[in-house]
């Protein structure tokens, strides 16, 4: 049996998964199953857990930006978004997503 795929619209700029193109501006269209759509979610939630955490730890002038594993785990993430958008886009998002620094 084929699963039914849907389209949603990803931002990565407001951290958000639209089902309506409408709602809010978005910057990649995806198709895929019902089952993908928490993923993206939990990721986007955790990015905006662990950007909160270095807000507080930027008022720690002891601890310098570059040895902040925080920051490490916020990139993970959105390498893990930008390949799940990779997969279930269209060709000219992916030649695009594939020229990326993080990408590569």
Do not use: C, G
């Not at 990565?12 to 993923?39: C, F, G, Q």
């Not at 930006?65 to 000219?92: C, G, P």
Request: glycine share 0%; no cysteine; aromatic share 16%.
């Amino acid at each position: 049996m084929i699963e039914e795929k849907y389209p949603m619209y990803i931002s990565i700029n407001h951290k958000m998964v639209l089902t309506d193109p409408h709602a809010s501006t978005w910057e990649y269209k995806v198709e895929v199953t019902r089952e993908a759509y928490p993923v993206f979610e939990k990721l986007f939630s955790q990015m905006e857990q662990l950007e909160f955490q270095n807000f507080l730890r930027s008022h720690l002038p002891y601890i310098p930006y570059h040895y902040d594993q925080d920051n490490d785990k916020v990139d993970l993430r959105l390498k893990k978004i930008y390949a799940l958008i990779h997969e279930y886009t269209d060709d000219e998002s992916k030649r695009f997503i594939e020229q990326l620094p993080l990408f590569r």
